[in-house]
């Protein structure tokens, strides 16, 4: 049996990640956000000391750990104030599904970048008609001669304004225009063809959300990532990944909350009493941080089971680590704001910004309700109402 | 060149610090323990002079077993190699028992011709033991160092103390001690931290490094803490109501404290 603590290397990395988050901060984030600015100095100097290339292999560059290690670089960076949600997508699904699906080529074209965080990658899926069921994607890629040709859209994706390229999620579509397995490809931001347009969102983030429209995007032949037919295997190599730094994001989003409102409860004085001192407030905090204590633990287990190889455990553990970090992160960030009265939602305390970032999660990558679907369907094999 | 770079562990600044009730030492489970930041900017200046002239950078301490964590925290930021001398004979010693002990395992670093420290530790805060050592060893010493260049077999350094800054010129061997406005010191890359286990570390006790354990602890050392007490709590400030008359009452509270 496997520990249940982390590695001296693993506490040692949390250590150093905190450290250099702490020098950013919560200020420093909301700040570029609120500028419409991105956190590219974080970033760059993350990318620099390697932090963000932990998982790629070291033959490219990488650190050579793995979903572990970057899922704890993302957990430490919010639990500073500073989380980056290019982290779940860029390193994470990109530069994994690259490494290890993509030719010898790919490899040595993309992740030398990903290694020092130098290439941003961003990752589309969901589509308005289909959501991220990858069953039903219309997004639709055809072989013409030796290129590929794109056509579709998609909605809600993270970042496009800040990265080289997107890696897309298409189904091939056959001759006879029969619907085949999903594929993913590598499509360039300056692609013609590929236009983009920021969705107006109500959240307090430097990054932005895109709608995407692929119209006849024409796309070299070594534009598609493994091979033709892998299907949903491939896909999903990249979306544990993702699902597992959702839930590191989350904890770390509810882990500073959580500091936040434990110190203010221990030190706000109301009538010569620590506010902390009563247990209306006490006990939902302790709740609260138990429930992060166990979504941290699940976030654990499932980024062991995809480190040791166990694709099929690690999405059962990974959805159940998801679900349980967003409705820690909600139920935190809400009541470090009740903690803090009417203070909670003034700027100063940083707080009613964690509101919307922290429903977020709830959401995406993958909302709440397919991840009761599909524990409903496959730790429980209830059938499918859809 | 080699350097030695002398790091120590010490109870987090910002936690409770305490001292035991038994002999008045420190009392180190009351408190996380911490490489002391100073040290980090002595690690950080050797590096930049390995980094820009070549040599080997070695770390010393000594500690208990757990000190090994500070020694850890120094190899993944670049340092080649550790020496940790741990010993239950040294509990309690004083800082010049220290820095014999220390000037001794100067001596078995090959070719060290530079040893960095940080001025004076968070803990015991003597400020002593860089200049004792460059005293025992018979090397130069650069202390309250902000500034620091090595030329050839040259040492200059800009000292800073309350009175002034003072430029110093030394030849190697030299000891020298940084103060915070050194440098900043780097964080750790992965890479850093995943190369620091396999990095060397030679852990002896006072007998390996051919120290007598009549030269070290408690009962032989020249200082012990007698007494101790934690310092007060602030008493609250005088509260001034204005009532038109403010400004005369804060004057006069000032010329009171005879600040203005």
């Known amino acids: 049996m496997n520990a249940f603590i982390e590695t001296e290397e693993r506490r040692a990395l949390r250590a150093a990640v905190a450290a250099l988050g702490a020098r950013y901060g919560h200020e420093y984030f909301t700040a570029k956000a609120r500028a419409g600015e991105k956190t590219a100095e974080l970033w760059a100097e993350a990318g620099a000391l390697g932090y963000l290339g932990v998982s790629v292999p070291e033959s490219y560059g990488g650190g050579g750990g793995g979903i572990g290690d970057l899922a704890a670089v993302c957990e430490e960076l919010a639990a500073a104030g500073a989380p980056m949600l290019l982290m779940v997508v860029s390193p994470a699904i990109c530069a994994t599904v690259i490494a290890r699906f993509g030719t010898d080529a790919q490899r040595a074209r993309w992740l030398p970048g990903f290694a020092d965080g130098t290439t941003k990658m961003a990752f589309a899926i969901t589509e308005p008609d289909a959501g991220s069921n990858s069953h039903r994607l219309a997004t639709a890629v055809r072989r013409d001669g030796d290129e590929w040709v794109l056509d579709g859209g998609k909605h809600y994706i993270s970042g496009v304004d800040e990265v080289e390229a997107v890696l897309v999620v298409a189904r091939h579509v056959s001759a006879t225009g029969e619907r085949l397995a999903p594929s993913l490809l590598i499509v360039p931001t300056d692609a013609p063809g590929f236009t983009f347009r920021p969705v107006e969102m109500d959240l307090v983030s430097p990054e932005r959300q895109f709608t995407c429209f692929f119209d006849g995007v024409r796309l070299p032949a070594d534009a598609l990532v493994g091979s033709e037919d892998a299907g949903l295997a491939q896909l999903f190599a990249g979306l544990n990944p993702e699902r597992i730094m959702a839930a590191a994001f989350a904890t770390g989003v509810a882990r500073r909350a959580l500091a936040q409102a434990a110190d203010y409860a221990r030190t706000r004085e109301v009538w010569g009493t620590p506010i902390g001192a009563h247990q209306g407030l006490a006990h939902p905090l302790a709740a609260c941080a138990i429930q992060i204590e166990l979504a941290r633990l699940m976030t654990q287990k499932a980024a062991a089971l995809y480190d040791s190889g166990q694709d099929g455990a690690a999405g059962e553990a990974a959805n159940m680590a998801k679900y349980a970090a967003a409705e820690a992160c909600v139920a935190t960030v809400d009541q470090a704001v009740q903690v803090h009265g009417g203070n909670g939602l003034a700027t100063e305390y940083g707080l009613g910004s964690l509101l919307g970032a922290s429903r977020v999660m709830r959401i995406a990558p993958v909302s709440r309700e397919m991840i009761l679907n599909f524990v409903a369907q496959n730790t429980l094999k209830l059938p499918r109402s859809y | ?260």
């Open chain 2, 1 to 260: 060149m080699n350097i030695v770079v002398l790091v120590k562990q010490v109870p987090d600044t910002w936690s409770e610090r305490k001292l035991t009730d038994a002999d008045h030492t420190l009392d180190r489970d009351s408190a996380d323990a911490v490489l002391d930041e100073i040290n980090e900017r002595a690690v950080e200046e050797a590096l930049l002079i390995k980094e820009a002239q070549g040599g080997e950078v070695t770390v010393i301490t000594m500690g208990p077993d757990r000190a090994t964590d500070a020694i850890r925290k120094a190899l993944s930021m670049g340092a080649d190699k550790a020496v940790h001398l741990s010993d239950p004979a040294l509990h309690g010693s004083c800082a010049v028992q220290t820095a014999k002990v220390l000037a001794t395992l100067v001596g078995t670093v090959e070719g060290a011709e530079l040893v960095i420290a940080g001025n004076e530790s968070t803990d015991g805060r003597a400020g002593a033991v860089p200049a004792m050592i460059a005293e025992i060893l018979g090397w130069a010493q650069l202390t309250q160092v902000r500034k620091l260049e090595v030329d050839g077999t040259t040492v200059r350094a800009e000292r800073e103390t309350d009175t002034g800054i003072a430029n110093l010129e030394a030849s190697l061997p030299a000891v020298v001690s940084v103060n915070e406005k050194i440098n900043e010191p780097r964080y750790p890359s992965f890479k850093g931290i995943m190369a620091a286990k396999k990095k060397p570390v030679s852990t002896l006790t006072i007998a390996d490094a051919g120290i007598d354990a009549s030269e070290v602890g408690l009962a032989n050392a020249t200082t012990t803490v007698l007494e101790a007490a934690p310092k007060p709590p602030r008493t609250a400030g005088q509260r001034v109501e204005d009532d038109g008359t403010g400004g005369t009452k804060v004057a006069e509270f000032l010329v009171g404290q005879k600040l203005i």
